[in-house]
């Protein structure tokens, strides 16, 4: 590869760090990161097993990284001033303290900069894929730059010999790799979101589950039943009931439990020698979190897609639900509209005998009053009143020199004649509202006779339908009363009598009651038109 083009692209792939390295923080930043590293370091310190800047955990670490995933690259100089402060009361040597905090320091910025890269950043906890590539990248490579130059340091300061380099090198990277895995979860979880919604039902079981889990530390660390197994699920118990960041709360508190014992020489993880202690400890830290926290992330995961597929779910039935107001809307427009076609049909039949159409209208309103007599509802009154007008429709199909006769019909026209329900009935068939099969079904049996004379079908009683048998009183008794090509308008006693005379053989006997209490109702004079009803 030429030099030039090597040199561009690892430039280039450096050029987030080095632009976070040029924001200035502000000094309150600064000075509240490095006072939290400069205590996290001198408790890390107390832990120490086999060398006294080698511990089995150090917090330090997961604070590093939390801070720069966080506030980014700026809380650098806070974490380098806390590491050389506490080196150097420590130490007391300036050389060596800044060489341990420089190391520190890289530690977090490679750290950061590798999660931020290839880890989704401070949401790498969200999934567990990245949980791992945070435990390889953070935890295991770049705690390895800390070591290196820590232990390094240690050596040319004179302060851990040369035989044991390896061994406490082993023993910094160990405990940074599982500072960075046990706390940095932790801080960067409830740094992200530090508000708790705890219901009462939610506290009692974490108070439960807290003694419970105290309890236990006590018997597997305190000597008394030494199987570390039985922590297991307790850390499957928070992962599936809780949150992530209880759940890293509870490693931590694993950890400083078992931190705390072996440290006393209590608990399964006191071995024959301290490098042995030292590695069943962190074996225990390190498992503890990747078996937690990635199944606290599956349960994240699954949340999220449950809530995704309720809100899918919700969103769903809302476009459902606008789609058939939307296509109830259409079908009524087009129900309309057929209906209204219809009602021009009718009014065109009527047009051929200078009746204005005024016939199928009288005819809707007064099967509305005689519905309204027999008690039917006030949206059956409405429907029948809308849907009677159309009665006569098929009457389009039917020719002049017939529908116009002014004089009696043969047998072969009254036949044709007769034929007119079922061409309204076939005009009306194609609709699908309510108002439109009522239509339907008044057209085909408005001539049906209540002894079972009539037609299309010589229907009988009340096998006739109640909408048929209204319009057939109603249109009768219009008819009379109206002037038709075929004769001039009669009077409405005349009207009565004919109506009167045809109960129960062309009439439902109650249907003419109901005319009957309505005539007695209405003047005569409310009839004189024969336009209102």
């Given at each position: 590869m030429p030099l030039n083009l090597g040199r561009r692209r690892f430039l280039g792939a450096m050029r987030p760090l080095f632009a976070g390295l040029r924001s200035v923080p502000p000094l309150g930043d600064v000075l509240i990161v490095a006072a939290v590293y400069f205590a996290a370091a001198k408790l890390g310190l107390r832990l120490a097993f086999y060398h006294p800047s080698a511990t089995p955990v150090w917090p330090p670490t997961g604070i590093a990284l939390a801070s720069m995933l966080l506030l980014g690259y700026r809380a650098g100089p806070g974490i380098f001033l806390g590491a050389f402060l506490a080196n150097l009361t420590t130490y007391g040597t300036v050389w060596t303290s800044l060489s341990i905090a420089t190391g520190n320091t890289l530690e977090g910025l490679v750290g950061t900069y590798l999660v931020n890269k290839y880890a989704n950043s401070n949401k790498v906890f969200d999934h567990p894929r990245d949980i791992f590539k945070f435990a390889l990248l953070a935890a295991i490579l770049s705690t390895a730059v800390s070591a290196t130059i820590g232990v390094t340091s240690l050596a040319l300061g004179g302060f851990a010999r040369g035989a044991d380099y390896r061994l406490v090198w082993l023993t910094w990277w160990l405990g940074d790799a599982t500072g960075a895995l046990i706390f940095a979860p932790l801080l960067i979880l409830y740094g992200r979101d530090l508000h708790l919604r705890w219901s009462g039902q939610a506290m009692?079981?974490?108070?439960?589950?807290?003694?419970?889990?105290?309890?236990?530390?006590?018997?597997?660390?305190?000597?008394?039943?030494?199987?570390?197994y039985l922590t297991v699920p307790f850390l499957v118990?928070?992962?599936?009931?809780?949150?992530?960041?209880?759940?890293?709360?509870?490693?931590?508190?694993?950890?400083?439990?078992?931190?705390?014992?072996?440290?006393?020489?209590?608990?399964?993880?006191?071995?024959?020698?301290?490098?042995?202690?030292?590695?069943?400890?962190?074996?225990?830290?390190?498992?503890?979190?990747?078996?937690?926290?990635?199944?606290?992330?599956?349960?994240?995961?699954?949340?999220?897609?449950?809530?995704?597929?309720?809100?899918?779910?919700?969103?769903?039935?809302?476009?459902?639900?606008?789609?058939?107001?939307?296509?109830?809307?259409?079908?009524?427009?087009?129900?309309?509209a057929y209906f209204e076609m219809a009602e021009r049909l009718a009014a065109a039949a009527?047009?051929?005998?200078?009746?204005?159409?005024?016939?199928?209208?009288?005819?809707?309103?007064?099967?509305?009053?005689?519905?309204?007599?027999?008690?039917?509802?006030?949206?059956?009154?409405?429907?029948?009143?809308?849907?009677?007008?159309?009665?006569?429709?098929?009457?389009?199909?039917?020719?002049?020199?017939?529908?116009?006769?002014?004089?009696?019909?043969?047998?072969e026209e009254f036949e044709l004649m007769k034929t007119h329900v079922k061409v309204g009935a076939g005009i009306l068939s194609e609709g699908k509202s309510d108002l439109l099969r009522l239509a339907e079904e008044i057209a085909l049996t408005h001539h049906e006779r209540w002894d079972g004379t009539g037609y299309p079908v010589g229907l009988r009683g009340e096998a006739i339908p109640l909408s048929g048998r209204i319009v057939a009183v109603a249109d009768v008794f219009d008819a009379i009363i109206s002037t038709r090509p075929y004769r001039k308008a009669r009077s409405i006693e005349e009207a009565i009598k004919v109506i009167e005379n045809g109960a129960g053989t062309q009439f439902d006997p109650r249907v003419v009651d109901a005319l009957m209490a309505h005539v007695d109702r209405a003047p005569s004079r409310h009839f004189a038109d024969a336009g209102k009803i």
């Open positions: 009692l079981e974490r108070g439960l589950f807290l003694v419970a889990l105290l309890s236990i530390s006590w018997l597997v660390f305190g000597g008394q039943f030494p199987f570390v118990w928070a992962a599936l009931r809780f949150d992530q960041r209880e759940t890293a709360a509870v490693v931590v508190l694993l950890t400083l439990i078992a931190v705390w014992a072996t440290s006393r020489h209590l608990g399964p993880f006191v071995g024959a020698t301290p490098n042995e202690s030292l590695l069943l400890l962190q074996a225990f830290m390190g498992t503890a979190a990747l078996v937690a926290l990635p199944l606290a992330g599956v349960m994240v995961e699954r949340r999220s897609a449950d809530q995704k597929t309720t809100d899918l779910h919700l969103q769903l039935r809302g476009r459902n639900a606008l789609l058939e107001l939307r296509v109830r809307e259409r079908t009524r427009e087009l129900e309309d009527e047009f051929r005998d200078d009746d204005t159409g005024e016939h199928a209208r009288r005819v809707g309103e007064l099967s509305a009053v005689l519905a309204r007599n027999l008690g039917l509802a006030a949206d059956e009154v409405e429907l029948i009143r809308r849907a009677a007008p159309l009665h006569d429709v098929g009457k389009i199909g039917i020719p002049d020199h017939i529908l116009l006769k002014p004089g009696a019909l043969i047998p």
